[in-house]
C-alpha cells in the first residue's frame, strides 16, 4: 500500500471555470476564467456591503444562544435585534445615524 500525497494547502491556483461542453478540434480555444478573476469579471460584492461598513461583535456563546431564541420566538433576523439596541444606545448618548444602510431591493416576503 503507498503513501497518498498530501493535499495542498490551497486549492485556488488549480481552479478554473471553462465551458460546459468540450470545445471541438476545429474552433479555436475559448479564454478559461479563474477563481482569481483574471479576466476582470465577476460577481463582486453586494449593493449594501457597498453601502455598508461591516463590524464584528464577539458575544458569549450562552447569550447569543438566548439571542436567537429571542428572535425566533418573535420571527426576527438577530441583526435587527443587534441595529435596535445600538440605535437605543446611541439616541441615549445623543450620537446621530443612520445606522441601518437601507437594502437596494425590495423587502422579502415572510416565511410562515
Do not use: F
Amino acid at each position: 500500500m503507498s503513501k497518498r500525497a498530501a493535499a495542498p494547502l490551497s486549492y485556488a491556483a488549480s481552479l478554473t471555470v471553462g465551458p460546459l461542453a468540450a470545445a471541438s478540434p476545429t474552433t479555436p480555444e475559448q479564454p478559461v476564467m479563474t477563481n482569481a478573476g483574471s479576466l476582470g469579471q465577476g460577481r463582486g460584492r453586494r449593493p449594501l456591503e457597498e453601502a455598508a461598513d461591516p463590524s464584528v461583535l464577539y458575544l458569549h456563546p450562552m447569550g447569543k444562544k438566548a439571542l436567537r431564541l429571542y428572535a425566533v420566538e418573535r420571527g426576527v433576523k438577530v441583526h435587527d435585534l443587534l441595529l435596535e439596541a445600538v440605535e437605543i444606545w446611541a439616541s441615549s448618548k445623543g450620537l446621530a445615524g443612520p445606522w441601518r444602510v437601507p437594502s437596494a431591493g425590495p423587502p422579502r416576503r415572510q416565511r410562515r
